[in-house]
């Protein structure tokens, strides 16, 4: 069989084995964990491809507000798997008539439609890093809405050391939370940073001890549910648009958008009971 990109996905479909991605729900969010964990969750076809079905069900579902994304102990996830890069990459080039072509659609269908997904949908995620975080696995936990780092996090840039270029929009995240010469330096070198080190230099909200890490990601879904539903629909894509805006442009978005939260009862209410407290 050709291996093409949508041969790629039809056999990651039919995996038949114990599924690599659990999702459990409760109330109003749902937790989502990477669950290959004697490979540290690698981002095998199989794990990719489930990922990125449960997450387009998750966001699809209009009772969801908040996703957290974690990996089975011990490890957030390895990234890209380097049997993928050798069974299915390397084949596509020499087998496949689409050749590199093909592996664009992988990491622009797959890899990147999880970062799309996490980045335009109107649910909030929530990335509860509890181990190494490698590669493509690090960006999508760069992604998230909001980033918890226990104290057994660690931030692995593992591109360079298998001769490849930042990707999934790593290299957007990192120079706008570090700058230029930090986030070269970490790519440069190699060095693995401790989540501790990260949560100083300004990646993610919290740094917290690793049995906390769960209960302080339920926390913040718990913060995100209580919120109005127009709010987190309306604040991320603003949030997210504004850093690339100029002052004016930020400023007339949120002029046009203000209103809209007048007119509602949540806020209505909300008046109402701070003025009679």
Request: hydrophobic share 45%.
């Given at each position: 069989?050709?291996?093409?990109?949508?041969?790629?996905?039809?056999?990651?479909?039919?995996?038949?084995?114990?599924?690599?991605?659990?999702?459990?729900?409760?109330?109003?969010?749902?937790?989502?964990?990477?669950?290959?964990?004697?490979?540290?969750?690698?981002?095998?076809?199989?794990?990719?491809?489930?990922?990125?079905?449960?997450l387009g069900a998750l966001a699809r579902d209009p009772a969801v507000r908040a996703i957290v994304l974690t990996g089975r102990a011990p490890a957030f996830s390895a990234g890209g798997?380097?049997?993928?890069?050798?069974?299915?990459?390397?084949?596509?080039?020499?087998?496949?008539?689409?050749?590199?072509?093909?592996?664009?659609?992988?990491?622009?269908?797959?890899?990147?439609?999880?970062?799309?997904?996490?980045?335009?949908?109107?649910?909030?995620?929530?990335?509860?890093?509890?181990?190494?975080?490698?590669?493509?696995?690090?960006?999508?936990?760069?992604?998230?809405?909001?980033?918890?780092?226990?104290?057994?996090?660690?931030?692995?840039?593992?591109?360079?050391?298998?001769?490849?270029?930042?990707?999934?929009?790593?290299?957007?995240?990192?120079?706008?939370?570090?700058?230029?010469?930090?986030?070269?330096?970490?790519?440069?070198?190699?060095r693995h940073m401790s989540g501790a080190e990260a949560f100083e230099l300004g990646l993610g909200n919290e740094l917290v001890a690793h049995d906390q890490l769960l209960p302080a990601?339920?926390?913040?879904?718990?913060?995100?549910?209580?919120?109005?539903?127009?709010?987190?629909?309306?604040?991320?894509?603003?949030?997210?648009?504004?850093?690339?805006?100029?002052?004016?442009?930020?400023?007339?978005?949120?002029?046009?958008?203000?209103?809209?939260?007048?007119?509602t009862s949540a806020h209505k209410d909300a008046v109402r009971e701070l003025l009679s407290s």
């Amino acid at each position: 069989m050709t291996m093409s990109y949508e041969a790629a996905v039809s056999a990651a479909e039919k995996n038949g084995g114990r599924p690599f991605v659990t999702v459990e729900r409760s109330g109003a969010h749902a937790v989502v964990t990477l669950d290959d964990p004697e490979k540290l969750n690698p981002l095998s076809a199989a794990l990719t491809v489930h990922l990125h079905r449960e997450l387009g069900a998750l966001a699809r579902d209009p009772a969801v507000r908040a996703i957290v994304l974690t990996g089975r102990a011990p490890a957030f996830s390895a990234g890209g798997d380097l049997r993928l890069m050798r069974e299915v990459a390397q084949p596509m080039i020499e087998e496949s008539p689409g050749g590199a072509t093909d592996i664009w659609r992988w990491i622009r269908k797959q890899f990147g439609g999880i970062v799309r997904l996490i980045t335009r949908t109107d649910k909030a995620f929530v990335a509860a890093v509890n181990g190494p975080a490698a590669g493509v696995g690090l960006a999508f936990a760069l992604a998230c809405d909001v980033l918890l780092l226990s104290d057994r996090a660690q931030i692995v840039p593992a591109f360079g050391r298998i001769g490849l270029v930042p990707e999934v929009g790593t290299s957007w995240q990192l120079t706008r939370r570090l700058g230029y010469q930090r986030t070269f330096g970490m790519f440069a070198s190699g060095r693995h940073m401790s989540g501790a080190e990260a949560f100083e230099l300004g990646l993610g909200n919290e740094l917290v001890a690793h049995d906390q890490l769960l209960p302080a990601a339920l926390k913040w879904c718990e913060r995100i549910e209580r919120m109005p539903a127009h709010v987190l629909e309306m604040s991320k894509p603003l949030l997210r648009q504004c850093a690339d805006m100029t002052w004016e442009q930020a400023v007339t978005m949120e002029e046009f958008t203000e209103p809209m939260c007048f007119t509602t009862s949540a806020h209505k209410d909300a008046v109402r009971e701070l003025l009679s407290s």
